[in-house]
């Protein structure tokens, strides 16, 4: 294996000072930015005017990362030439930057980590970010803390960076985001719940476990995850361990924390200084790129510290001019606020640059208006055109008279017009050369074949005369019924630049109520994101209240009671009962209360019945609740009151009634339920048979045992004035 | 060419302290001119070089390298000029040139008489009477072996001066305050500060502190008073005016002097001086002599374009306003020369109309362009 011996020198000098490692996954693993992103990878489209992975390796090396690995799948090889181009690989740069070119098979981050771990990349804990990331948080402080924590517990494996903002901010996406919940004092992060914009969630569902065991937690619904994690070395190794994880949030953080078995904990730091954000889609696109101009960044700004090293000049109004002086701006036109104009750019009279983006080398024809849009380099745009909130590509020639409404992506070297209107949220991309021989990956080619399909719906109107695009189809709903989760294609129209989506919130409510009777059977954790179906929420919130018996319940019950079996007949020892037991209930989705039930029922059973008298079945009760009454509590939380309840119920439905103040009595002899919880038992009033329906015989031995509680509770109160009066005389004769 | 016989080592540290710079990880005058003098020791003492303009090539690049890194800390290029000054006059005194003499005693009339100084600085430096051998060919290190322990003088001497730049500015601080006055001052200066602590083991006085928001320097600095045992009241922005009356002195801070007299200072600087003005208070700016920059502010009347980051004015978390909002959050003012009464330096109190001779004094003329960009400190006409 090649990378073996560089790992172990990378251990020699972490060993003499920590170097701080980051890990890029320079790819988005989705197709947001078609047709823009058919000929080069996302990481590598400019916002303004630097490509996004620069942004990302600056934000790191303000952080002071040392050594980063760029973890990238499509269009390695320019991705790997851009590296090497870039002032990161000049000596002096203070930082190693090494592409790690993944295979093709790579679906997803889970995959990619995956691929880091084999690798054997990481050494220590390390940085986690995407390739689209833009951020002045001091990540070094979060690291510190992350390592600060891992010294006091090493189970704390994973920090999340999430920067407070407010649920309607413009960068926080409205389709992808999440509601975290926190403990108030450790930052725990306790559940996380993914919302989507489609199909619209009102309500999160939050474990009683989690309020029951925290005093204080912050349920928040407005903070924009940074996708910035602080790792320890076990994460890759996690993702190895669980083949089915794919993405980092939904599946491996979900995972985690409702995770019994590895008892892991995630933190999350919520960073209140300082920028970061990522851009996952086109609205963010436009989101991040007006946050740039308005300098929320600092000092990662044009003027001040341009990630690609290119001058610019900051003019009142947050309007950047490449320094150069290479711009030519005629006397009448106009640039707006907010606006950043590329080296070598030629404005023409009468043109509007109202809160833009124009690369370098650009050409903007007279009387044009363009307003928040993006226009990478190269790109020429006739007279009298209008462009409104769309991302224009490289090389693009857009001819005199177009329209370009808002919304659309236009791909590179496309030339549409003159005269072209293109409706809004069109995406179009250059007609395939039959020429030119494609060297595309298979699946940029199956895209194109798609399209041509579609080429009837090419008004020639629509485009001009001249011109050599294609438009590609919009994605009706029903064709993206296999995408599911995020890239729906409802959720999709969040994510757009320049949609505000305002008629999906109201028309939405009848897809939301069948979808969520499709899969309200289904078992899959998924079905939790869906909306307010009655059965996820059962399941989600485990209640005192009986479940109705399903089939499915008895077969689980079967399942504990042969297990339990088994472990009784070959001696097992109760921790790896209890193992047993949590596995079988994450595997079959079921809440406690029903394994206690279970386990609770099969200790009983497990009591022979003795005909020889009081004392020998008070010794054979002792024997069973000695062995095995400790797995009650063991199998994932402790509830002596509902111990007592399920006992209580389960005696009176079997034979075994005139054991139950027996067992009780040894239960509490063995600290597995102590005397206030007999009280609070007591004191319930379904312990005394109200409320229970069930047979008239039931419900009177139901109030035997509760008479037998009495009794027992009687005894305590004797006890107690026993004892108190030994202390007291104990005292007198001291 | 400069860059070429920079040392690797050296050049790494130049690029060190550029990225530094950019990353705004060295802010503050003082801050980044004992950087930059660290870093161009170091390039001194390893620099290979033969004559005198070798040597001046290497430090220009590394300058060069450093200013455009980040043109809003003056203090940078201030410091390097400095060097190059004391470099060019050692270089003189070494080789018997001719002394500077001549050159610092210029005047109106001898202006007249002998037209340009950059002229007459080259003349000089052409003059070649060599004690010290230049471009020795059997040699070639003899000349910098020669001068690196003067060379190395000159910078020490230059760092000493800004190691006890804030003692020399205060030393005569009982002068300029007097018992019983009422002192304004504004944000954060630790010159004005080592100032008003020095004028208080003399005198008995009381300072009103404007906290000069967004930055909120005042804060700090009016702990910091109290904690020395100044009666000080802390009072915001905006009742500058009011108070204004009351005041006998205002004492403020720079963060660049401009040859025409005027400065860059923090936010609030102009206000607290126009309000000085109206009511005829003096205007007093306590500043280093690194300070001085052979520039001008020719575009902007009120501000210099070094603008912020929005977040301290407006939360990032008021996500609707972030919408519809453009912030504006300017680092400094530009005061006009109009506005200040006296300069007090370590190199003794000035008028604002004397500043253009001191930097005259302080620096070689043909250093004043390390670069074309550093011309005028914006070169925008908005």
Redesign the interface.
């Known amino acids: 294996m090649p990378p073996k011996p560089a790992t172990t020198k990378e251990n020699l000098i972490g060993d003499d000072d920590e170097v701080l490692q980051a890990v890029i996954l320079a790819d988005s693993f989705n197709k947001r930015f078609k047709p823009l992103t058919t000929q080069k990878p996302r990481c590598l489209l400019p916002i303004c005017n630097a490509p996004l992975l620069d942004w990302t390796l600056e934000s790191l090396a303000l952080a002071g990362v040392q050594e980063i690995f760029v973890i990238c799948r499509s269009h390695p090889e320019q991705v790997k030439a851009a590296i090497k181009q870039s002032k990161w690989s000049k000596p002096g740069s203070g930082i190693k930057i090494v592409p790690i070119m993944t295979a093709k098979e790579t679906f997803s981050p889970g995959d990619a980590l995956r691929d880091v771990y084999t690798r054997g990349l990481v050494t220590s804990d390390f940085v986690l970010v995407m390739g689209d990331l833009v951020s002045n948080i001091r990540i070094d402080e979060v690291v510190r803390a992350h390592k600060e924590r891992r010294k006091t517990n090493k189970d704390a494996i994973m920090t999340m960076v999430v920067k407070e903002s407010s649920p309607y901010h413009r960068t926080r996406s409205k389709g992808d985001s999440a509601v975290f919940v926190l403990d108030s004092e450790t930052s725990e992060c306790l559940h996380y719940e993914p919302v989507m914009g489609h199909p619209r969630t009102n309500v999160a569902h939050i474990p009683r476990e989690i309020l029951a065991e925290h005093p204080n937690v912050e349920i928040r619904n407005d903070l924009i995850d940074c996708s910035i994690d602080v790792c320890s070395v076990e994460v890759p190794s996690l993702f190895q361990d669980n083949f089915d994880y794919l993405d980092i949030r939904r599946d491996f953080v979900h995972g985690i924390l409702t995770s019994d078995l590895l008892m892991k904990s995630i933190h999350c730091y919520v960073a209140k200084d300082g920028y970061a954000a990522r851009v996952q889609d086109t609205r963010s696109y436009d989101a991040v790129s007006k946050d740039i101009l308005s300098r929320w960044t600092f000092p990662l700004v044009p003027d001040d510290h341009h990630p690609s090293d290119q001058a610019y000049e900051l003019r009142r109004g947050n309007k950047y001019l490449a320094k150069d002086h290479t711009v030519s701006l005629a006397r009448t036109c106009k640039i707006g606020n907010n606006s950043l104009i590329g080296a070598s750019s030629q404005i023409s009279d009468g043109v509007q640059v109202l809160s833009s983006v124009v690369g370098r080398n650009c050409t903007i024809g007279p009387r044009t208006v363009v307003s928040d849009a993006y226009i990478f380099d190269g790109t020429t745009i006739g007279a009298d055109c209008v462009i409104t909130r769309s991302i224009i590509g490289a090389g693009v020639s857009v001819k005199d008279n177009s329209v370009v409404e808002r919304g659309c992506l236009i791909g590179d070297g496309v030339v549409i017009g003159p005269d072209a209107k293109i409706i809004p949220f069109s995406r179009i991309s250059k007609a395939p050369d039959e020429d030119e021989e494609s060297d595309d990956d298979e699946e940029s080619d199956s895209d194109l074949e798609e399209l041509e399909e579609d080429e009837e719906n090419n008004v020639a109107g629509k485009l001009g005369v001249g011109s050599n695009a294609i438009l590609w189809p919009k994605a009706a709903p029903q064709e993206d019924e296999d995408e599911e989760g995020v890239d729906n294609f409802e959720n999709l129209r969040f994510m757009r630049i320049g949609d505000d989506a305002s008629d999906i919130d109201i028309s939405d409510a009848g897809t939301v109520s069948s979808d969520g009777s499709d899969e309200s059977s289904d078992e899959d954790s998924d079905a939790d994101t869906d909306a307010e179906s009655a059965a996820t929420t059962a399941a989600s919130m485990p209640s005192g209240t009986p479940i109705p018996t399903t089939p499915f319940d008895a077969e689980f019950r079967n399942e504990v009671n042969q297990s339990l079996e088994r472990a009784f007949a070959e001696g097992h020892s109760v921790d790896n009962a209890a193992v047993e037991l949590k596995t079988l209930r994450m595997a079959s989705n079921v809440s406690l209360s029903r394994v206690r039930e279970g386990v609770v029922a099969a200790i009983v059973d497990r009591i022979k019945l003795v005909n020889t008298g009081p004392a020998a079945q008070r010794a054979e009760i002792a024997a069973v609740v000695n062995r095995w009454g400790e797995l009650i509590n063991k199998i994932g939380g402790v509830d002596a009151v509902e111990t007592i309840t399920v006992l209580q119920t389960h005696c009176a439905q079997s034979e075994r009634l005139p054991l139950f103040g027996q067992v009780l009595a040894a239960l509490y002899q063995d600290d597995i339920v102590e005397e206030d919880d007999i009280r609070a038992w007591h004191r319930l009033p379904a312990s005394q048979g109200e409320g229970v329906n069930g047979s008239v015989e039931e419900v009177t031995n139901l109030k035997k045992c509760w008479a037998v509680g009495a009794r027992m509770i009687q005894q305590f109160d004797e006890q107690a004035s026993d004892e108190e009066d030994e202390g007291s005389s104990e005292e007198e004769s001291d | 060419m400069s860059t070429e016989s920079m040392s ?1 080592s050296s ?2 540290l130049v ?2 302290l550029a ?1 530094k710079l ?3 990880q060295v802010v503050g005058s003082r801050a980044a001119a004992l950087e930059t003098l660290l870093v161009l020791r170091q390039v001194v003492s390893k620099a290979r070089f033969s004559n005198i303009d070798q040597l001046v090539d290497i430090i220009r690049g590394a300058g060069r390298k450093l200013v ?1 890194a980040q043109p ?1 800390e003056y203090a940078v290029g201030n410091t390097i000029r400095k060097v190059l000054h004391h470099i060019r006059e050692e270089y003189q005194t070494a080789t018997g040139g001719v002394p500077s003499t001549s050159r610092t005693s210029f005047s109106i009339s001898k202006f007249l008489v002998q037209g340009q100084p950059r002229k007459q600085a080259v003349a000089v430096q052409s003059e070649d009477r060599p004690l010290l051998k230049e471009n020795d060919p059997d040699d070639p290190d003899s000349f910098a072996k020669g001068l690196k322990p003067v060379l190395m003088e000159a910078i020490q001497d230059v760092l000493d001066e800004l190691e006890t730049v804030y003692d020399n500015v205060s030393k005569n601080a009982k002068d300029h305050i007097h018992s019983d006055e009422i002192i304004l001052t504004l944000g954060m200066s630790r010159t004005v500060e080592a100032f008003l602590k020095s004028a208080a083991h003399h005198r008995k006085y009381t300072v009103i502190v404007v906290e000069s928001a967004p930055s909120y320097g005042g804060h700090e600095m009016a702990k910091s008073l109290s904690a020395a045992g100044i009666s000080t009241f802390l009072v915001p922005d905006s009742s500058i005016f009011a108070v204004m009356s009351r005041v006998n002195k205002v004492i403020i801070g720079a963060h660049a002097i401009l040859a025409n007299g005027g400065m860059f200072a923090v936010t609030g600087s102009q206000l607290a001086a126009t309000a000085a003005r109206a009511h005829s208070t003096p205007v007093v700016v306590c500043a280093g002599q690194f300070k001085f920059t052979p520039m001008w502010n020719l575009y902007h009347e009120y501000a210099a ?1 070094d ?5 301290a004015v407006l939360g ?5 306003l ?2 519809k909002v ?2 504006v ?1 300017p680092y400094y003012d530009y005061v006009q020369p109009e506005l200040i009464d006296v300069y007090i330096t370590n190199y003794g109190d000035h008028p604002p109309s004397a500043i253009y001779r001191l930097i005259k004094e302080t620096y070689y003329d043909e250093d004043n362009e390390l670069d074309s ?1 550093t011309t005028a400190p ?3 006409k ?1």
């Open positions: 690797m050049q790494r690029d060190n990225y950019k990353r705004r455009e809003k374009l603008f912020g980051d929005p977040s990032f978390e008021e996500g609707d972030v919408d453009d912030v959050n960009s914006e070169s925008s908005s």
